[in-house]
Every structure is written in structure tokens, then in C-alpha cells.
């Protein structure tokens, strides 16, 4: 069994967070600027191999209940990179996962261990995709 990778899609930055090999820890890894598709996927390729990844789980925006039941602009878009992902590694599963809130609580949690506002926009990327995996380890593995 391999790690799995946790990604937070953003339009200008995608956060990205990994578990250990026995798929129990969740570290934050960084960011990745979201240059281009094939820019994200190369810099992905390179961290699938060095982690030895075989699954990615990414973060899907769903509205929160009460809100229209259409979906919104990010959804679709977060939607089509996963198509795209998909067949971009076509031996790694990857799964989408509810992300509601990620950012939010990923901005909380390091405002609460006293981290500056300038200095938290440069991992809150990473923290929201170390929760979004810290949920999926916790509903789907533990």
C-alpha cells in the first residue's frame, strides 16, 4: 500500500499534503502555482514518485446544504481537472472528496497557533489539503 496524495485545487495556487506509507499521518507539503495544466501535472508526477503514491484524493467544493442545487463555477472546474488527472495517470486512483469549509478551518487553525496573516496565505494551501486528507484517513481507513 502506497501514500496517498491530497490535493486542494485552487486557480492560482493547489495545495498539496501526503500520508505516510501506512496511510494514518497527514503532512502539509506545500503549494504548487497553477501555471498551467501541464505544469501541475509535472510537478505532481515528480511527487507521486518520490512518495510513492497510488492514490490522490482531491478536495471537491460542494455548495452548502440550504444553497442551490447547482453547481458552482469552481465545482465544475474542479470537476474537469479530475477528468483530466484521471487520464494523466491512469494507474493512480483518484477520488474526489467534500472539502466544505477546508480553507476556512485550515485559515483558523493557523491563526490560532499564532501564525501572521502574511505568513499563513503562503501554506493555508497546504493545511486545507492536509485536512481534506485528515478527514478521508479518518471516515475511510481508521
Known amino acids: 500500500m502506497g501514500s496517498i496524495l491530497s490535493i486542494d485545487y485552487g486557480l492560482k495556487r493547489v495545495g498539496i499534503a501526503f500520508s505516510d506509507s501506512n496511510r494514518i499521518f ?5 503549494f504548487i502555482e497553477n501555471k498551467s495544466f501541464d505544469y501541475l501535472t509535472e510537478e505532481i508526477k515528480k511527487i507521486i514518485e518520490e512518495k ?10 460542494f455548495n452548502m446544504p440550504g444553497i442551490k442545487d447547482k453547481k458552482s463555477e ?3 472546474k474542479v ?12 494507474i493512480i486512483k483518484v477520488e474526489s472528496v467534500d472539502e466544505r469549509l477546508s480553507s476556512f ?3 483558523e487553525r493557523l491563526k490560532e497557533a499564532g501564525i501572521s496573516s502574511k505568513k ?10 492536509r485536512l481534506i486528507l485528515e478527514d ?3 471516515k ?3
Open 26 to 30: 497527514s503532512f502539509p507539503h506545500g
Open 52 to 61: 510513492e503514491i497510488d492514490l490522490i484524493i482531491i478536495g471537491m467544493p
Open 74 to 76: 469552481m465545482t465544475l
Open 79 to 90: 470537476e474537469d481537472f479530475i477528468k483530466k488527472l484521471s487520464k494523466e495517470f491512469p
Open 105 to 107: 478551518t485550515a485559515e
Open 120 to 129: 499563513s496565505r503562503k501554506l493555508v494551501d497546504a493545511e486545507a489539503a
Open 136 to 138: 478521508y484517513i479518518e
Open 140 to 142: 475511510n481507513i481508521l
